[in-house]
C-alpha cells in the first residue's frame, strides 16, 4: 500500500533564511504527488504537483519541489522564508486504485522567527 | 472561477438539529469530496462523489447524509450529531483520478452543543 510520511512534525526558521520541509513517499507504482498548504483556520491550497513531468516542480509563493525517485522523496523547499509562509503544510499521494482517494501526510508545522 | 465556496463558515447547532452544509464549484470538476479535519490533524475523508453518484463512504455514520444535486454543488445534511463530531467540514472538487490536485473550500467550522 501507498504512504507518506512527513518527517518532521515542527519547523522552525529565520525570516529570511531557507526552508527545507521533508517528505518521503513509499509506493509500488509512479504516484503523484502534492503539496498543499494551510493557514490557521483556512481550507488547503494547492503548492504544486508531480505527476510524472518534470522532477523539478515550481510552485506558488516561490516554493518548488525534487521528486527523487531512487530516495523516494518530494521535498519541499523555498529559498528565503517570509513570514506569510508560517503555516501547516501536508504532503500527498495519490492512491494507486486511482479511486479519487488521495493519502495525506500528519503535516509539518512551519514556524517563522523574525 | 477557480474557488470552491463553502456556507456558512460557522455553525453552532445542537444534537437535536438538524442541518445542513453547502458547497458549489464552477470549474467543471466531476469529482467533489467531503472531509473531517480535526484540530492539528490532517483532512480525514468522509465521501466521494464522481460524475454526480456516491463513489466512496468511508463508513461514516448515518447521521452525515451526503447529496449532489448536480455537478456543481454539494451538500452534507447534518441529524442527531454529538460533540465528538465538532471539527472543520471541508468540501473540495477535482477532476476524477486523483492525480490532477484538488481545490479545497475555506471550510465550516461546526461546533455540536
Known amino acids: 500500500a501507498q504512504s507518506v510520511t512527513q518527517l518532521d512534525s515542527h519547523v522552525s526558521v529565520s525570516e529570511g533564511t531557507p526552508v527545507l520541509l521533508r517528505c518521503n513517499y513509499s509506493s509500488s507504482y509512479s504516484p503523484s504527488l502534492f503539496w498543499y498548504v494551510q493557514h490557521p483556520n483556512k481550507g488547503l491550497q494547492l503548492l504544486l504537483k508531480?505527476?510524472?513531468?518534470?522532477?523539478l516542480v515550481k510552485g506558488i509563493n516561490g516554493f518548488e519541489a525534487e521528486f527523487k525517485k531512487s530516495e523516494t522523496s518530494f521535498h519541499l523547499t523555498k529559498p528565503s522564508a517570509h513570514m506569510s509562509d508560517a503555516a501547516e503544510y501536508f504532503c500527498v499521494v495519490s492512491s494507486m486504485n486511482r479511486d479519487d482517494k488521495i493519502i495525506f501526510g500528519k503535516g509539518t508545522r512551519l514556524h517563522i522567527l523574525p | 472561477d477557480t474557488e470552491v465556496t463553502q456556507t456558512p463558515k460557522h455553525l453552532v447547532m445542537g444534537m437535536t438539529n438538524k442541518k445542513s452544509l453547502k458547497c458549489e464549484q464552477h470549474m467543471g470538476h466531476r469529482a467533489m469530496y467531503w472531509y473531517k479535519q480535526k484540530a492539528k490533524k490532517p483532512p480525514e475523508l468522509m465521501f466521494v462523489y464522481s460524475y454526480e453518484k456516491l463513489s466512496i463512504n468511508e463508513s461514516v455514520p448515518s447521521r452525515f447524509s451526503p447529496e449532489c444535486p448536480n455537478s456543481s454543488l454539494l451538500n452534507l445534511h447534518l441529524h442527531a450529531l454529538q460533540p465528538e463530531d465538532s471539527a472543520l467540514y471541508l468540501c473540495a472538487s477535482s477532476q476524477p483520478g486523483g492525480n490532477y490536485g484538488y481545490t479545497f473550500g475555506s471550510g465550516t467550522r461546526l461546533t455540536v452543543v
Open positions: 508531480y505527476t510524472s513531468a518534470a522532477t
